[in-house]
């Protein structure tokens, strides 16, 4: 109906439906699990008539409120790249509309964690005349889901030293002649090792350990 001083129109013949309610949270809200690299990938079902989404995040075993860390658009994933490796993190997705009212409630939360970074091993240490026809390496690395590979040469440079031992799941390795190709008794050898995993492999661990087997 429209009106002006000289009265008032007809009731016009198409109206339209109207709706005024609350927007639904998304549902299916999922959290990658030691999949990515330094990151977390969110994923949600849509929700109709939301303009976009807001997405919160609270640390496993933190007292509080969720934080909000970002607004999404018109899609149903967001990546969030500013986590740690070491802690795990709840998410939370709420629907966003400008036309209707605003924010929904929380959906339900999901738990999500990145892979561990590469990390240089540390503190590599080898047997000098301590064991015979042996050296035993030894080295420091704390990052879950990491091999090892251990090389050794002659002289103190790694970047000629031969790779003598791949996937290594332990902090350390003997060596001996029957354990690899080329070892001899009575040689000084230096050793360095490189940590791997999903996210790629680590430089050499420096400086060197110098290791020498004892002759019977």
């Given at each position: 109906v429209s009106e002006n001083d000289c009265g008032s129109s007809a009731v016009s013949g198409?109206?339209?439906v109207g709706w005024v309610g609350a927007l639904p949270p998304p549902t299916n809200v999922l959290a990658s699990d030691s999949e990515y690299c330094g990151s977390i990938v969110i994923t949600w079902d849509e929700v109709n008539d939301s303009s976009g989404y807001n997405i919160y995040r609270k640390l496993v075993g933190e007292d509080g409120d969720p934080a909000y860390i970002a607004f999404v658009g018109?899609?149903?994933?967001?990546?969030?790249?500013t986590v740690e490796a070491s802690n795990q993190y709840y998410y939370w997705v709420k629907s966003v509309s400008n036309m209707m009212c605003g924010e929904s409630d929380f959906s339900s939360s999901d738990i999500g964690q990145s892979l561990p970074s590469v990390e240089i091993p540390s503190n590599i240490a080898a047997t000098y005349n301590l064991q015979c026809e042996q050296i035993t390496i030894t080295w420091e690395h704390e990052a879950e889901l990491t091999t090892f590979n251990l090389y050794r040469n002659t002289v103190d440079n790694y970047s000629a030293a031969d790779l003598i031992e791949t996937g290594i799941v332990v902090t350390q390795f003997v060596d001996s002649a029957t354990a690899t190709d080329g070892f001899e008794n009575g040689v000084p050898y230096f050793y360095w090792v490189?940590?791997?995993?999903?996210?790629?492999?680590?430089g050499f661990s420096l400086p060197g350990a110098l290791g020498f087997a004892a002759v019977s």
């Open positions: 198409d109206g339209q018109s899609t149903t994933t967001y990546v969030d790249t490189k940590s791997l995993n999903d996210c790629g492999e680590s």
